[in-house]
């Protein structure tokens, strides 16, 4: 299939690479840029928890940052915990892979810690953790040190759209998704960015695109890239 990825520039890359090496061919569209966030960490802190890659390298270079790396990180899955451990964290332990998982692990494993626990975040989030944790007695506190921001929609996307060889995109977020449809519009090929068949992770970044009036959406049973590649191969089918 021909597939768009519109994730940043580094997670694009990687997806892009894993499709490629199940012969389809990408186009890479960041339509999201992610910037890091300047925030406080100082406190006593029981562990850190993170449920995106991109956490651990936005407070890479942050001397308050840094003094988090000897605690415990609980990851939302394997790609996060890699990126925890390449930042410089040590004893981290991934979940399967959603927030339920991470949930239950950490009620595992934490469950007598007497300081709470710090929350890496993103601005935009789909699911409260720390009132998750807090069911299961857990306290944990939250601090955003990273935000997606809106890029401008590629050129190359929109000739791609226009000349009818795209055959689906693959969202990743209601952001981007938003971020699609808008970006679309603004070039003039809403109508065909539409027509496209659409991947995406989760039934709220399918939202916008439903909203909008595309007729071809598939879910990815969970929230990781491994399901949505799979959607992708049954839709193909």
């Given at each position: 299939?021909r ?19 199940r ?10 840029r ?6 406080n ?32 990180l609980f ?6 915990a ?46 409260d ?35 009818g ?12 998704a ?7 519009a ?9 027509a ?18 595309a ?20 839709a193909?089918?």
């Amino acid at each position: 299939m021909r597939l768009v990825v519109t994730r940043p520039q580094s997670d694009s890359e990687r997806t892009a690479a894993a499709l490629r090496a199940r012969g389809h061919e990408v186009l890479v569209a960041p339509l999201m840029r992610v910037e890091p966030v300047a925030g406080n960490f100082s406190g006593g802190w029981g562990g850190v928890i993170i449920t995106s890659a991109n956490a651990p390298g936005a407070i890479a270079d942050s001397p308050a940052g840094k003094a988090l790396f000897k605690l415990p990180l609980f990851a939302v899955g394997r790609r996060s915990a890699d990126a925890a451990r390449q930042a410089g964290f040590s004893n981290v332990t991934a979940a399967g892979g959603d927030v339920r998982d991470l949930v239950k692990l950490i009620a595992e494993r934490h469950a007598d810690a007497s300081a709470p626990l710090l929350y890496l975040a993103g601005e935009d989030r789909a699911a409260d953790l720390v009132a998750e944790l807090v069911v299961h007695d857990i306290a944990a506190e939250m601090a955003v040190v990273y935000r997606a921001a809106s890029a401008l929609f590629p050129p190359a996307l929109s000739a791609a759209l226009q000349a009818g060889e795209v055959d689906a995109v693959l969202h990743f977020s209601k952001r981007s998704a938003e971020t699609y449809l808008a970006g679309a519009a603004q070039a003039g090929v809403a109508k065909q960015a539409l027509a496209v068949r659409h991947i995406c992770l989760s039934a709220q970044a399918a939202e916008p695109l439903a909203g909008a009036g595309a007729g071809r959406i598939a879910i990815a049973p969970r929230p990781d890239e491994a399901a949505l590649i799979a959607s992708l191969e049954r839709a193909q089918g």
